[in-house]
């Protein structure tokens, strides 16, 4: 089976698995949704949706977060890793919306990852989920099961969204990327041993 061949197969069997894919982190506008992302790193959705009801309750505005101080933020998300450092980031990133995009979140790469706690793949997300503009953020389920899937070398993920993006047309990227990303924490855990991973299994098993 050839890589374009493996690659078709694969959305195929994902569209039939998930032919409605929600986006995981609750928010209400792309700025809550810079939020949760930029919260998501290291920890899970799940944890991160349990958290930031309460946040935006106090928070949910640019303008409401530079006006917390960094303490009264990780009080607030003190549940999530790497909280001290977070908070440190959402307030600075919301001080920077209102110095430089009068507290609307840009809708560049450039200007996103210029604010702190945003890095490519949480532009990416903002990108897509915030905005539908064709991208496709990798995460580790994505980088671990293209990496399996034989369809990037796995180097690191950057070189996994190149490879993405050359395989799979445009305008499937922003759904594809979400349904990878389901099927990997349904099928094929980072922690389990696979045996419900029935797509590799596809794939490999002559």
């Given amino acids: 089976m050839t890589k374009k061949q493996r690659a078709e197969l694969i959305q195929q069997e994902l569209e039939k698995l998930y032919p409605e894919v929600p986006i995981p982190l609750d928010h209400t506008d792309p700025y809550t949704l810079m939020v949760a992302v930029a919260l998501s790193a290291q920890t899970t959705d799940k944890k991160v949706n349990q958290v930031t009801p309460e946040l935006f309750k106090i928070a ?77 953020p990798v995460d580790t389920h994505i980088h671990r099961l293209m990496t399996q899937w034989k369809l990037t070398s796995g180097k690191n993920v950057i070189e996994t969204e190149k490879d993405a993006k050359s395989i799979w047309p445009e305008r499937v990227w922003n759904k594809l990327h979400l349904q990878i990303i389901y099927y990997g924490r349904e099928y094929s855990p980072a922690r389990g041993k696979g045996e419900k991973d029935f797509i590799t299994k596809m794939l490999f098993e002559k």
């Avoid at 640019?62 to 999530?80: Q, R, T, V, Y």
């Avoid at 890793?81 to 809708?107: C, D, F, Y």
């Fill in 60 to 136: 949910g505005t640019p303008e409401k977060m530079a006006a917390l101080e960094a303490d009264e933020i990780k009080e607030l998300i003190k549940e999530i890793g790497l909280s001290n450092t977070k908070a440190r980031n959402l307030k600075r990133m919301a001080e920077l919306l209102l110095e430089r995009h009068q507290g609307i979140v840009p809708q560049t790469y450039e200007e996103l990852e210029a604010l702190p706690g945003v890095g490519h793949k949480t532009a990416s997300v903002v990108m897509s989920q915030g905005f539908g503009f064709p991208a496709f």
